[in-house]
């Protein structure tokens, strides 16, 4: 692994130790969801046989055991990203945290939330930006939201290479903005956008910032405070851990104030047959029996990362990114999207086979025992701008080697003569 994380890290994920279609599996997609250590599945394991009760109802002993491991995971990743506790709210997904802050945003438009949510009330002629790049988790709920407040939705346009810039962004951000999402790194190209000089750019103009962290979180280190974002979202599944849960990041005193868009029980203080007052954050958020044992394996996974160090896993992508671009560049004909070759970028390639559908690229390499992602990847106006249908992604992550990008450069270097597109 380039020694900069443990020789022996693969063998604590046993799934990357199976065959695919006769050939060594190479897994290279991570960014669609990351397999787990061993070390994160007895986690959650152990938890089930011997810790397993309903958490913060009654007050049992049973109870707090079970309150104490969700709490302490909560603690462990609020560390992570350079949180609070009460700045942590356990949500289903990513695509989930930011619906809970576009849903809650619709709540204080219509009123519910009081003065307080002010703040989050959008009007007729208020505006909300994204970027044309975004995932539609990150698109969609903003597109609903000013559907149901009258806001306009507005973009940051991106280039040919599908990046955007500082200038673009000062460009549409302006006094009637109130709301910037965008991807801290784009899922599609890998490109890392400006954080803080976006969130300052927002801020001047009175905007809340909403960061897409799905991609950044698992990769490098990252402290949403010093980023200066007001929320941020992203998944366990793609940081070692497991499906089922999510994380909205929020700034304490604003998450206090957004309404709750899902309510129900261990939500509230006082309840009566006409209303219900809310708890602080962040359980007003947490409506319903939570997804516990999922917590207490995120937070498993978080100390692993820990562990091998964020600043060595970043400083390994690096690598392996650059290796992933060059070979890449060097099979004539294909087409890389996103930064050109030498520009920063995540550990992340979408390339174009000019010629062969992506899904049949993708066959190709299945059938080598190389796993990758092919589509659209949940970002059609990003490939409609690119004048693109689909592309083949190829992602790395703490356990990919430099062997296995070779592996894929090579038969990537096939695809074409395969299918008598050209050299
Ligand atoms: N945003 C980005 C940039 C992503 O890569 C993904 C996952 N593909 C999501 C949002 C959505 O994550 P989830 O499906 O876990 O909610």
């Known amino acids: 692994l380039g020694g900069r994380l443990p020789a022996t890290l693969r063998d604590q994920f046993p799934y990357l130790a199976q065959e695919l279609n006769g050939h060594p599996l190479a897994y290279l997609d991570s960014a669609a969801t990351a397999q787990r250590p061993t070390a994160v599945l007895d986690a959650e394991r152990a938890y089930l046989e011997r810790s397993n009760a309903a958490v913060h109802r009654g007050a049992s002993t049973l109870v707090g055991t079970s309150t104490g491991a969700f709490e302490e995971a909560r603690a462990t990743v609020a560390a992570f990203v350079g949180a609070g506790d009460r700045e942590i709210v356990w949500t289903e997904n990513a695509t989930d945290a930011i619906n809970l802050v576009a849903l809650g945003m619709a709540d204080a438009s219509a009123g519910l939330g ?66 910037v999402a965008f991807a801290h790194v784009s899922n599609v190209t ?14 001047r103009h009175g905007a809340l910032v909403v960061l897409d962290a799905c991609q950044s979180v698992p990769h490098r280190p990252i402290d949403f405070g010093a980023l200066g974002v007001d929320f941020a979202a992203f998944s366990a599944h793609k940081m070692l ?9 929020g700034r304490e005193q604003l998450l206090d104030a957004l309404p709750p868009a899902r309510t129900g029980g261990s939500t509230i203080t006082t309840v009566t047959m006409e209303r219900a007052e809310f708890l ?15 917590a207490v394996a995120l937070g498993e996974a978080v100390r692993f990362l820990d562990g091998l160090g964020m600043g060595g896993v970043h400083a390994h992508e690096a690598e392996l ?34 010629g062969v559908h992506a899904h049949d690229v993708g066959q190709f390499l299945d059938a080598q025992g190389i796993a990758v992602r092919v589509g659209h990847h949940c970002a059609q106006p990003l490939h409609r701008r690119l004048g693109l249908r689909a592309t083949t ?13 070779r592996r894929y450069g090579a038969a990537l270097a096939e695809v074409r003569g395969f299918f008598g597109a050209g050299a």
């Open 114 to 179: 009081g003065s307080e949510a002010d703040v989050f009330a959008l009007r007729p002629g208020d505006e909300i930006v994204v970027t044309e790049a975004e995932h539609h988790a990150n698109l969609i709920p903003w597109q609903r939201l000013a559907a149901k407040t009258g806001a306009t939705l507005r973009w940051i346009p991106v280039g040919d290479d599908g990046t955007w810039g500082i200038d673009d962004a000062a460009s549409v951000i302006g006094d009637r903005t109130r709301v």
């Open 393 to 405: 992604r190829a992602s790395a992550y703490v356990y990919t080697t430099a062997d296995e990008i």
């Open 321 to 354: 990114a650059e290796l992933l671009v060059d070979e890449v560049a060097r099979i004539p004909g294909i087409r890389l999207v996103g930064p050109p070759p030498g520009a920063p970028r995540a550990a992340l390639a979408s390339v174009d086979v000019p």
């Open 190 to 203: 890998g490109f890392a956008a400006p954080v803080a000089d976006v969130a300052e750019i927002a801020h």
């Open 241 to 249: 851990g497991p499906t089922g849960i999510g994380v909205l990041y």
């Open 280 to 294: 602080p954050s962040p359980h007003r958020f947490e409506a319903g029996t939570q997804p516990v044992s999922q």
